[in-house]
């Protein structure tokens, strides 16, 4: 990964502002969470509420589109309805916002093929304007140090800022990773979900992290993947760069229909996910505790 790509990256836990698309004055709605927790977390950047019906939440105008937004946005949260996506995305490149997350969900992963077609409308038109996606189907970044809670939380918890950075592809996997890190004082540094991962993947945040001045220590929640050469080649540079722990989700019925639900990715038996992490050098858990655990002990 060149240093310019690591910059770009870097933008996603340390953007300069926020802009939460689907933010009404509603403080039950996913959108608003978010604002409010930005706030209890302590983000000190710009944070812009926005939905069509204005108004005010947490202390904050609420703009009726990114267009209304006066500065800059690096990072923007969409907690919109699916139909809304492309317009969007539309509205985005014309702001010429850097990175758009969704929260929504509704895509590949209910395995319909007008889902996988949306995801394609989507990736051409963020591809032709210069925007990098997360998600969709997601909860997106978490920083600690930025103040950047996971999800749309209202209490904005993060826990002490520290040395351990994580990519998972379950949203929910990632907030119980960070439950189990503020009790038992992981302390993390970054972390991302990445949900179906159209756009951006685990692999390119492993290798984010694995040349990360301020990640010691990598832990990875996966399901399948869309490119399994790509993934391969980095978690070996991982896993020979810093401790890396992998669970690797969807061993059982259970488990595959969830993954399913999530990345609509590539399926491989269990005993070759176990191989390939075993020949990239990396930790392999068996689930959530040994996980925690491993990064604990790390």
Not at 66 to 82: R, T
Request: charged letters at 20%; one cysteine or more.
């Amino acid at each position: 990964m060149s240093q310019r790509e690591r910059s770009e990256l870097r933008a996603v836990f340390h953007p300069r502002s926020i802009a939460v698309v689907g933010a009404s004055s509603d403080e039950r709605k996913s959108g608003s969470k978010w604002i409010v927790g930005l706030r209890a977390a302590g983000y000190a950047g710009a944070i812009y509420p926005v939905a069509t019906g204005g108004g005010t939440i947490a202390g904050l105008n609420i703009y009726r589109s990114l267009s209304d937004i006066p500065g800059d946005v690096d990072y923007v949260i969409a907690s919109v309805p699916v139909r809304s996506a492309l317009q969007l995305l539309e509205e985005c490149v014309s702001k010429r916002a850097r990175f758009v997350q969704f929260f929504t969900a509704g895509f590949s992963e209910t395995g319909s093929a007008e889902g996988q077609n949306l995801e394609e409308r989507m990736l051409g038109i963020a591809r032709a304007g210069g925007l990098r996606i997360i998600g969709p189907n997601c909860i997106g970044s978490f920083c600690p140090s930025a103040g950047i809670q996971l999800g749309p939380s209202p209490l904005g918890k993060t826990g002490i800022p520290g040395s351990v950075s994580f990519v998972s592809q379950s949203g929910g996997i990632g907030a119980k990773l960070v439950e189990y890190g503020v009790a038992r004082r992981i302390n993390f540094h970054e972390g991302i979900s990445i949900g179906n991962s159209i756009d951006l993947d685990a692999s390119d945040f492993l290798q984010y992290f694995a040349q990360d001045s301020g990640t010691r220590i990598i832990g990875a929640y996966l399901e399948g993947t869309r490119d399994g050469r790509k993934l391969f080649a980095a978690l070996r540079r991982a896993g020979a760069t810093k401790p890396t722990v992998v669970w690797k989700g969807g061993r059982t019925e259970a488990g595959a229909a969830a993954a399913r639900s999530h990345t609509g990715s590539l399926a491989s038996p269990a005993h070759i996910w176990s191989a390939m992490l075993r020949q990239a050098g990396v930790i392999e858990a068996r689930n959530l505790e040994e996980l925690a655990d491993c990064l604990l002990l790390l």
